[in-house]
């Protein structure tokens, strides 16, 4: 065995080489079902604020999805979806128009009551599986990567 082959023999062995194809699986596992579930989400407050079918509209966002990523240049869809993350201001908008105990919930946010319950767990998986998936990790250095070239 040459020097190259045992260095590759090792990476194999090392807690990274047997965790890294488990990462890359929970990855590509997580990107078509958050997607969907996306699209779902967009077809359902369509509904809400139209009213209507919200299978025909989760169509719809797909299909316009779909053809803007194959028609509009990379560089150009980019910069409509930067655009479009601005309605995510609504959610603010909406919290701040609302009539909230905000000291109560800075406490609340800052000191949370942790419970070992199985609901309290399940939420704080949810958040933190919803939040900080692998899939972003991956998708944010591709996305670096393609700006750069």
Not at 92 to 119: F, G, I, Q
Request: aromatic share 10%; hydrophobic share 50%; with cysteine.
């Amino acid at each position: 065995m040459d020097g190259s082959e045992q260095q590759g023999a090792t990476a194999k062995n090392s807690w990274i080489g047997k965790l890294g194809p488990g990462l890359n699986t929970g990855a590509a596992d997580d990107g078509p079902s958050g997607i969907a579930a996306g699209i779902a989400a967009t077809g359902q407050a369509v509904t809400l604020i139209v009213g209507g079918p919200a299978h025909w509209y989760a169509a719809g966002a797909g299909a316009l999805s779909l053809a803007l990523q194959v028609m509009l240049p990379d560089r150009r869809y980019v910069r409509v979806l930067k655009w479009l993350t601005l309605a995510l201001l609504a959610y603010v908008a909406t919290a701040l128009t609302l009539k909230l105990p905000w000291l109560r919930l800075l406490h609340e946010a800052l000191l949370p009551k942790l419970s070992w319950k199985p609901l309290y767990i399940t939420a704080v998986v949810a958040v933190f599986g919803t939040t900080i998936s692998p899939y972003l990790f991956f998708w944010q250095a591709a996305q670096e990567v393609e700006e750069v070239c």
